[in-house]
């Protein structure tokens, strides 16, 4: 088995980790990285970088960028948004779902005696 190096702790390790990152350290990030996104999701208005991250977390910025390589974070913070873009495009989604199913719906014999009008909202006539 080869050995690797740990690039945070400098361990001495067997392969198995990820990005040269020794499993002690991985489980310290996944801590970290709980407390980072809670962080993030309660200042979302705000921008971060790696060094103001770190100080807000009271962190090491080898530590931030190490979730930062391993993808846990964007190299680019504000990948977040503010609340109102993020509920905005749940309604724009929840909307276009919903028009899509009122579309999709015929009853027996809509086919038939049905007519589309210009927003493509099929009515049945009835007998």
Request: net charge negative.
């Amino acid at each position: 088995m080869p050995l690797m190096e740990c690039r945070l702790c400098g361990r001495i390790f067997t392969e198995g980790g990820r990005k040269n990152v020794c499993p002690k350290c991985l489980r310290r990030l996944g801590d970290l990285y709980a407390e980072v996104h809670e962080y993030m999701r309660d200042h979302d208005d705000e921008e971060f970088d790696i060094d103001r991250l770190s100080d807000a977390m009271d962190a090491s910025p080898m530590d931030i960028q190490a979730l930062v390589d391993l993808g846990y974070i964007e190299r680019d913070i504000s990948l977040y948004g503010t609340r109102e873009t993020k509920r905005k495009q749940l309604a724009d989604a929840f909307s276009h779902e919903l028009s899509k199913m009122k579309r999709g719906i015929t009853t027996y014999g809509g086919e038939i005696y049905s007519r589309s009008n210009e927003d493509g909202v099929r009515t049945v006539r009835r007998r």
